[in-house]
């Protein structure tokens, strides 16, 4: 015997595809929320308040800590302190170290770029590249250099550890054969090898920074974060023009992060020099940055 058709109702009708459509848009939205990448973290590079650290260590260390940030790069420590006490007073401060600056780990540096990474407890390693290598301004002498950073990521990783180099104005500033030095460097550069960009000296040197992020995708996985008027001269390295809050400068941060694609794990608060108050600005920079989304802290935002 055939079984009656059931007939429905209008509203139960209604009532059904209601809940379908709700059903399919949940799971579209679960996926785009698992596909996506997360915020990265926003840390703090020390070298932001070495003249406080020179005069009060262990104070300025337990300052940064209540700012929210997740951890802190390092930098250079005032004579007499060693890595091994730079070390104690970090954890006793509560502060993680996700990276330090380092030379470059050839020769005689080989031991102590060990003793910082053991000190500290990180594993990426950068290369800080100050002053400016001369060698960034031949072909022949970027691929010397390439050479090195190579033998220096090899040396890295057979310690367990991640090898990197910063750059400042003059490798997106020095041209060869219409190329910047820092496009001929990749050209002969190991992929093991990170890059930590700093978007202020990519402004400064002329470019938008956003750019070159989006270009370097997934070989940078550290920004350094800094804003302010980035105006080039001849004499950068005696005289930087102070630098500002992130957010009240020339930069655009929310490019910068659309153009990285989720490629950056750390957003890098630093400031070579600034006008006011350094610890003021500190703040201001961490609720611009976690306030707008453009990193996670630790701490939410102030209002």
């Not at 079984?3 to 579209?28: E, N």
């Not at 990749?186 to 400064?204: C, H």
Request: hydrophobic share 40%; charged share 25%; glycine share 8%.
């Amino acid at each position: 015997m055939k079984k009656a058709h059931q007939r429905i109702t209008r509203r139960q009708f209604v009532a059904t595809s209601a809940g379908s459509i709700l059903l399919a848009s949940s799971l579209w939205n679960c996926k785009s929320v698992a596909d996506e990448k997360p915020m990265a973290k926003i840390g703090l590079q020390l070298y932001t308040v070495r003249d406080q650290i020179a005069k009060d260590i262990e104070g300025t260390l337990r300052r940064v800590a209540e700012f929210g940030f997740h951890g802190v790069e390092t930098g250079f420590w005032p004579e007499g302190v060693s890595v091994e006490d730079a070390g104690k007073f970090l954890k006793a401060a509560g502060l993680k170290v996700f990276s330090a600056h380092c030379e470059i780990p050839i020769g005689e540096n080989k031991s102590e770029f060990l003793r910082i990474a053991d000190a500290f407890e990180c594993k990426r390693m950068v290369w800080h590249g100050w002053p400016e290598d001369q060698r960034y301004k031949t072909t022949e002498g970027i691929k010397e250099l390439a050479d090195i950073y190579n033998e220096s990521g090899r040396f890295a990783k057979e310690n367990g550890l991640m090898f990197g180099i910063h750059n400042h104005w003059w490798e997106f500033h020095n041209k060869i054969d219409d190329r910047f030095a820092y496009q001929v460097l990749l050209d002969d550069l190991n992929e093991e090898i990170f890059f930590e960009l700093d978007t202020y000296w990519l402004k400064t040197a002329g470019h938008e920074p956003a750019k070159i992020v989006a270009d370097f995708g997934r070989r940078a996985p550290l920004l350094h974060i800094k804003d302010g008027p980035a105006r080039y001269t001849d004499d950068l390295v005696n005289d930087p023009t102070p630098m500002t809050a992130a957010g009240k400068g020339s930069q655009d941060f929310p490019a910068i992060v659309k153009a990285a694609a989720g490629n950056t794990e750390w957003m890098i608060v630093e400031m070579d020099r600034t006008a006011g108050d350094v610890f003021e600005a500190i703040d201001q920079s961490y609720n611009y940055l976690v306030g707008n989304r453009l990193a996670d802290g630790v701490k939410p935002a102030k209002a």
